[in-house]
């Protein structure tokens, strides 16, 4: 039962965010051109997207002129939710330097994980 009400929970919220919002398009140049790019959609008082928002920070700045590592919070703006074809929060969409998507993932994602992919990703030719 309580497993259901969670299930409930998250459905409803993943309501709200596709509610309309503001009326900006997704931002241009995601991917960024000729760059290796980390793009989390999530919202800023989603429980696993404040669990994600160090790790990102610390990710931004390790990887400062290496990769971009993008933020967008789709409860205060849906249309990159929409662009990006997101099913949940967080996601985190890996784009290799063509701007080719070549990793999707939902939900929590630790430090090491991402590392990985973006390092794998820095390494291709």
């Known amino acids: 039962m309580r497993q259901n009400i969670i299930y409930l929970f998250v459905i409803a919220l993943l309501s709200f965010s596709l509610l309309p919002g503001p009326t900006t398009a997704a931002p241009d140049g995601i991917p960024v051109k000729d760059t290796v790019t980390l793009l989390d959609l999530g919202a800023r008082s989603c429980i696993p997207c404040k669990m994600m928002a160090p790790i990102l920070e610390e ?12 933020f967008i919070d789709v409860w205060k703006d849906s249309e990159p939710g929409k662009r990006f074809k997101i099913q949940g929060i967080p996601t985190q969409i890996f784009f290799d330097k063509t701007g080719k998507e070549t990793f999707r ?19 291709e030719k």
């Open 105 to 123: 993932h939902f939900g929590f994602f630790d430090k090491k994980s991402i590392k990985e992919i973006l390092d794998k990703l820095l390494a």
């Open 59 to 70: 990710l931004e700045k390790e990887y400062q002129g290496k990769a971009a590592v993008i």
